[in-house]
């Protein structure tokens, strides 16, 4: 059994088949020419095509929502009259069809390429369509998600986009295994989301050969090829005991002591719901309003967006739903909020409530369209910022929900000069909520997207646990909703450092939960104390472990 090894960033075991995500489409030789049919070989590429658009248009129906959007556009790109005609050309000069496809989509790529905001960002769609056209005619299996996969794979990929992860569900992906990514990374962020297990930052993921039977443990981060049926077993069954052990915690999220400490659920739309509710969440500690509009050229409508919103909020009843703010940019780009001149350094740019500078109407519009989603509702609506670096910001912020009517400003502590003055910036709003994500991001100046400074964004690091505390110390309510909170561990160390709220992934309530019930408040603060004199990640989370003895009930 030959063992890869990466960071585990969702627990629990999955067992399948590997399936490589985007197997390089080989660029057709230069000067291929065809067997002197032009009209057959045009023929042949329209069939390709066809064959190509027809398929994305039918996982689009099948997913529906915003992936058939997405699909849809697809489609539409692969039959564009102009590329057709381009690469009818190209034949008629005797190129030979794969050929011609990839010259056309090569030129129309660097006009998008060079074009602004939305379009720019359609490229990696539009290779995706021309990868999918050429596989066709070289017979070779397309790149992207099996549509009829007859049991459970586990997606092997470089990196996932938003895109990729679309269509995605528990039941067709047993695990994640990516090469780049981090504990933060897009694919952490969706597998903890979907409760799938996943491991991050893998050397050699992707020379793991289709089919190949994986074994994947996403607490250890151990990647296993073609085990044996005992290893398999084994492993699965520990993780079911484990779920059973973790089904015994109920009830709102408090130490053993009582001290209480709400558990709430990040979720990215309507779609999270479910989850978020059947494990417990006490309310919503961070909605990431962008995820519903990641794929817009044009910004949504108030009347949308109230809709969006007002679902969220009927689902908790008497609870606190907090409402982020569109966080563009980065990582996160909207095609609709284009940065003002071009940025070498997307994260230290134009991003979260920086955006709003410019598009100062479509946070005002935003604000107004919560306003409107919380009428007659009784969820507890508080608003956040992301990114807050100044009380100045605060403020600013504060007076424009203020002025909507809303009553709860709060801001995103995700820049350490926030967290160094959180005083200062705690007169201006009525909360705090960590994004340990960027805090770890901006501590380190270490890109949160980068495989290669994964140990970076390791909540661990005692430095950005004082951070957490200085944070913690100022006078409002402090959350964390960073994937820090999901950690159980950490999340007894956050509780410990004065953090009064925890708002993870749905699927990581029950963990933490139940981490939590087994502790006291003291021992939580003992943990914290010993974290924060270590010198190193490791060493912080060893001395933590040594007073959270409850840890190994639930094999952690
Ligand atoms: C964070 O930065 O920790 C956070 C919660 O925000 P996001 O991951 O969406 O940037
Ligand atoms: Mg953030």
Redesign the pocket.
Known sequence: MEVLTGAGVSPGAGYGPAYLLRADVPEPAAGSRHGGDPVGEVARVEAAVERVAADLEERGETAGGEARDVLGAQALMARDPALASEVADLIAAGTSGERAVYEAFMRYRDTLAQAAGYLAERVADLDDVRDRVIAELLGLPSPGLPGDASEPYVLVARDLAPADTALLTKEVVAAFVTEQGGPTSHTAIIARALGVPAVVACAGATIIVNGTPVLVDGTTGMVALVPSEEEVSAALRSARDRESVLTSATGPGATADGHPVALLANVGGPGDLADAVSRGAEGVGLYRTEFLFLDRGQGPSEEEQEAAYREVLEAFPGRPVVVRVL?SGADKPLGFLPPTAEQPNPALGER?IRVFRTFTDVMVGQLRALARAAEGTEARLQVMA??VATAAEARWFADACRAAGLPSAGV?I?IPAAALRAGELAAEADFFSI?T??LAQYAFAADRQLGALTEFQDPWQPVLLDLVAMTAAADVPCGVC?EAGSDPAMACVLVGLGVDSLSMGAPALPWVRAALARHTLAQCRAAATAARAATTAEEARAAAREHLPGLADLAL
């Open positions: 966080d979260g992301p990114m995103m995700e994004g994500n960027d960073g």
